[in-house]
C-alpha cells in the first residue's frame, strides 16, 4: 500500500513513525506501506488518480478540482481541517480583508487556501477579481512573503504557525471565524478501495486512534511532529493548540459543504463543469447527519 502525506499531516507522520498501520495490515497480507511526501494538496492528488499512491489527506478544494478534471478517486473519511489564516507582513499598512482589494496575494493553486481566499474575500463584499491571484507553493510563497513581492499569503498551519513564530506574520482574517471554516479529506483511489474495501476500513480505524490520542497528546504530538519533519516545537505547538482533533466518515452536512465549494468553483469559471460530489464518496464512508 502507498500512502502521501504532508508535513502537516501530523497525524499522518505519527503513523509512520509508529508504524501502527503497518502492523494492522500484515495481518491482512499487506507486508509493507510506502510513504510519499507531497507539499501541498494538488500534486497529491495527482499521484492518487494516477495509481501512484492509494491514499492522502487533503483539504476541502483539491478533490473538487480532481472531480472536476475526471480523476479517479473517492472520500473515504472527514477530519477538521487545520486552521488557515490570511497572512500579512509586519510591517503591512494591510489592516483588514477589504484592503486586500488590487493586492498580490498567494497562495497554492487548487489548495484549501484557494477557498478561504474566496470566502475571506466575499465577508468584505469582494470577489476573486478584486485580487491579484498569486500562485505560489508554501515553499515558494515563504520566499516571496520574506522577500515583500507579494501583499499577502492565505495558508495553513503548521506554515502559518511558522510565519508567525518566525517571521512576525499578522493574521488579519481566520478560520476561527465560522464562515471560512472547513474540514478536510482521506481521499483514496477509487480502485483500490473497490479492490480492497476491509484494508481501507483497517488504515481508517487506526488513523481514527491516532487522532484521538492526538488530541489528548498535544504537546507529546508537537515533539514527534517536529523531531520528524524539522520544524520547530514552538510553531507545531501553536499549531496543535488551535487544532481540532476527530476522524469518523462523512456526514450529509460534509457532502453539502463541499458541493457548495463546487457549486461556487463553477459559477466563477474555476472548474469547468458541475460535478455531484455525492458521486464520490465512497460507500463504505457515508454516516447519517
Do not use: C
Amino acid at each position: 500500500m502507498k500512502i502521501g502525506f504532508q508535513k502537516g499531516s501530523a497525524v499522518l507522520v505519527l503513523a509512520r513513525k509508529q508504524q501502527v498501520i503497518e502492523n494492522r495490515l500484515k495481518a491482512l497480507g499487506i507486508p509493507s506501506v510506502k510513504w510519499v511526501e507531497f507539499q501541498f494538496g494538488p500534486p497529491m492528488l495527482e499521484a492518487l488518480g494516477a495509481g501512484a499512491i492509494d491514499l492522502g489527506s487533503v483539504g476541502d478544494t483539491p478533490p473538487v478540482f480532481a472531480q472536476a478534471g475526471g480523476s479517479n478517486l473517492v472520500y473515504a473519511a472527514a477530519t477538521p481541517s487545520a486552521q488557515h489564516a490570511v497572512l500579512v507582513p509586519k510591517n503591512s499598512p494591510i489592516k483588514t480583508v477589504a484592503d486586500l482589494k488590487g493586492k498580490k496575494v498567494a497562495f497554492g493553486k487548487g489548495s484549501s487556501a484557494q477557498n478561504v481566499t474566496i470566502k475571506a474575500l466575499a465577508t468584505a463584499g469582494l470577489t476573486f477579481q478584486d485580487i491579484v491571484p498569486t500562485y505560489l507553493s508554501p515553499a515558494d510563497a515563504t520566499a516571496a512573503f520574506n522577500g515583500g513581492n507579494i501583499d499577502a499569503w492565505v495558508v495553513w498551519d503548521p506554515y502559518y504557525a511558522i510565519a508567525e513564530e518566525r517571521y512576525g506574520a499578522r493574521a488579519i482574517a481566520d478560520t476561527t471565524d465560522k464562515r471560512l471554516a472547513s474540514a478536510s479529506y482521506y481521499m483514496a483511489g477509487k480502485d483500490f478501495a473497490t479492490r480492497h474495501p476491509a484494508v481501507l476500513r483497517a488504515v481508517l480505524d487506526e488513523l481514527a486512534k491516532l487522532t484521538t490520542w492526538s488530541g489528548q497528546h498535544r504537546e507529546e504530538l508537537a515533539a514527534l511532529a517536529a523531531e520528524a519533519t524539522g520544524i520547530d516545537v514552538k510553531s507545531w505547538s501553536s499549531a496543535f493548540a488551535r487544532a481540532e482533533f476527530s476522524l469518523g466518515p462523512l456526514t450529509e452536512a460534509h457532502v453539502a459543504q463541499q458541493q457548495e465549494l463546487a457549486d461556487t468553483f463553477q459559477s466563477l469559471g474555476i472548474i469547468p463543469r458541475k460535478i455531484n460530489v455525492r458521486d464520490i464518496v465512497w460507500n463504505g464512508a457515508v454516516a447519517a447527519q
